[in-house]
Nanobody
Framework: QVQLAESGGGLVQPGGSLRLSCVASGSGFEINAMGWYRQAPEKERELVAASTSGGSTNYANSVKDRFTISIDNAQNTVYLQMNSLESEDTAVYYC???????????????????WGQGTQVTVSS
């Protein structure tokens, strides 16, 4: 099976930056896409950013000018560089990975097979 290990969350001032990392580990698996979702209290989990192993990306409109997702295919690692953070970015951020993915389904969370435990990002004002 696959384990996703997340790191990089924490407390940051508005306007600050954080970089989240997520490493997929295990044996006998193939990853075709990785992404980040977030969930604020009493809100639905939503896509933040996702990327195929080939480098095609998709961002939530609220973050596309501020966040950047990247994948290191050799290490099965996905990063989320978050700049110009706002209070509205406060949430638990979850890493996800998919064995199979097509571009038209990149935003669909039910297409992801593996999920991390979540890491808290708090942007204080």
């Amino acid at each position: 099976q696959v384990q996703l290990a997340e790191s990089g969350g924490g407390l940051v001032q508005p306007g600050g930056s954080l970089r989240l990392s997520c490493v997929a580990s295990g044996s006998g698996f193939e990853i075709n896409a990785m992404g980040w979702y977030r969930q604020a209290p009493e809100k639905e989990r939503e896509l933040v950013a996702a990327s195929t192993s080939g480098g095609s990306t998709n961002y939530a409109n609220s973050v596309k000018d501020r966040f950047t997702i990247s994948i290191d295919n050799a290490q099965n690692t996905v990063y989320l560089q978050m700049n110009s953070l706002e209070s509205e970015d406060t949430a638990v951020y979850y890493c996800a990975a998919a064995r199979s993915m097509i571009l038209s389904s990149l935003r669909q969370q039910d297409k992801y097979n593996y999920w991390g435990q979540g890491t808290q990002v708090t942007v204080s004002s």
